[in-house]
């Protein structure tokens, strides 16, 4: 690993991307997308539809099955003004979204508000028909955060949960650099064909290239496949803004792991593929989760702040020695399912230790997501995204794809 992660630079994973190699629209079939394989040093070209011939036997793809909920509500003010609240994550404590996302009468959430200064009432208010019954929607203020606030809606249904509330409200939460009104295409477009657990508020980008042809035709390829969740968060698109990472705080995101698909991960002794990046921070926060538990049996709380790997990097044993040690602590504290956040943060230098490959879409400038694809193939990152701009690729969430094999250092 690199010993001063702190001190990359952001200014180092800069390239000019056009705003007319921004894709705004999914192509009309998802797996019609190009494709740009990097392995053994060489760039190769494809279309998304043939990657499971990229893929050797035996290898295990990792999915991210999260659901993008419906997380941006706009009220309209009898003055025809509007006010934006974009739901980022439950507040208080969380033991699972499930739960959340069935709560019925009321819901407290972490949120960011466009045009506050609008917000002159106690509650913003609207109604909605839901199963031909009119229910009445509010919105209030509890509290003030560093960024953003702490939002409490109600409604005057108990029968009703805040996922249908969030269903008939909200609207699809497009990225920023997407500058569109959502689109009634965009409600199937903006959700991986086997997204299952609600609680993302960005689509983990790289399955939306995966269609139900492809995924039928894995068992004939001889590639396995597992399902991991991680609720992705506003915070993949917040820029860099600092000059080196020591100043930037990563994002924090919940993961969701069943004990089964751990033991998985154990009995895999081939490739193991991380479908986007979002997958990919799941399994390598797997791995440190299980140094930590390894080191302390008796911890009482596991999670993965930005430096943790980091600051582990003395005690790094096996991926099995540490997932199994994950495995007892579970098990001792009677769990099925580790749940718990993640803010990890991989820069170049950093050593895989579970993930061999990526599928992943072209990212940002300057961003978290470029360090770590940077972390992943070194300094060919720019041959790869140069190659990319040269040829037409399409970039960003409704982008082209990549399938990237990791360059060991």
Known sequence: MNPSPKNISINDFDYDLPNERIALFPLENRDQSKLLIFKDEQIKEDRFENILTHIPKESLLVFNNSKVINARIVFEKSTGSKIEIFCLEPAGNTHEYAGVMSEKGSSIWKCFVGGVSKWKTEFLEKCVFISGNEVVFKAKIISTLSEGFIVKFEWNDESISFAEILDKTGDVPLPPYI???????????????????????????????????????????????????????????????????????????????????????????????????????????????????????????????????????????????????????????????????????????????????????????????????????????????????????????????????????
């Open 179 to 409: 500058k569109r009104n959502t689109e009634l295409a965009d409600t199937s477009r903006y959700q991986t064909v086997y997204a299952q657990h609600d609680g993302s508020v960005a689509a983990p980008t790289a399955g939306l290239h995966f269609t139900e042809q492809i995924l039928a035709q894995l068992n004939q390829h001889q590639i396995h496949q597992a399902f991991v969740t991680l609720h992705v968060g506003a915070g993949t698109f917040k820029p860099v803004k600092a000059e080196t990472m020591q100043a930037h705080e990563m994002h924090a995101e919940w993961i969701d792991v069943d004990i089964q698909t751990i033991q998985k991960i154990i009995d895999q002794k081939e490739l193991i593929i991380a479908v986007g990046t979002t997958s990919l921070r799941t399994l390598e926060s797997l791995y440190w989760l299980g140094v930590k538990s390894y080191l302390n049996p008796e911890i009482e709380i596991l999670y993965i702040h930005q430096w943790g790997a980091y600051e582990l990097q003395a005690n790094v044993i096996s991926k099995n020695e540490a997932l199994k040690a994950l495995i007892n602590w579970m098990n001792k504290k009677g769990l099925t399912r580790i749940f718990t956040t993640t803010q990890l943060l991989i820069t170049p230098g950093y050593q895989f230790k579970i993930v061999k490959a990526m599928v992943t879409n072209f990212h940002q400038p300057k961003s978290t997501l470029l360090l770590l694809v940077a972390a992943a193939i070194g300094s060919k990152w720019k041959a790869c995204y140069e190659y990319a701009l040269q040829n037409d690729y399409r970039f960003l969430s409704y982008g082209d794809a990549n399938l990237l094999f990791m360059v060991e250092s």
